[in-house]
């Protein structure tokens, strides 16, 4: 049984900072690409930011220069550092892992509950 947790959502004020993180656990062989995804209330779910398991990035444009995306492979985490945040970061973020191997040689992709992210003075 694989499961992600993902935490770190929060109300921050324009210009400040959070940090997510996502825990992977279970039987887990290897994740090839874990990344974030955030939904706002009446749009679609985007990709904000994914990383692959040798280190290789992937930022959507609004983030870029603001967000930095990175990883453990040991642990099977992943942390999204959000900073100078801004009203429009404001949505529901999820955590994704891609090309999940299991120890019984399934493969799959799999997503956190969603942790909230509200910007607002």
């Known amino acids: 049984q694989v499961q992600l947790v993902d935490s770190g959502g929060g109300l921050v004020q324009p210009g400040g900072s959070l940090r997510l993180s996502c825990a992977a656990s279970?039987?887990?062989?290897?994740?090839?690409?874990m990344g974030w995804y955030r939904q706002a209330p009446g749009k679609q779910r985007e990709l904000v930011a994914a990383?692959?398991?040798?280190?290789?990035?992937n930022y959507a444009g609004s983030v870029k220069g603001r967000f930095t995306i990175s990883r453990d492979n040991a642990k099977n985490t992943v942390y999204l550092q959000m900073n100078s945040l801004k009203p429009e970061d404001t949505a529901v973020y999820y955590c994704?892992?891609?090309?999940?191997?299991?120890?019984?040689?399934?493969?799959?992709?799999?997503w956190g509950q969603g942790t909230q992210v509200t910007v607002s003075s």
């Open positions: 994704n892992a891609d090309g999940l191997v299991t120890i019984a040689g399934g493969r799959g992709n799999y």
């Open positions: 279970g039987s887990i062989r290897s994740i090839y690409t």
């Open positions: 990383i692959t398991s040798n280190g290789s990035t």
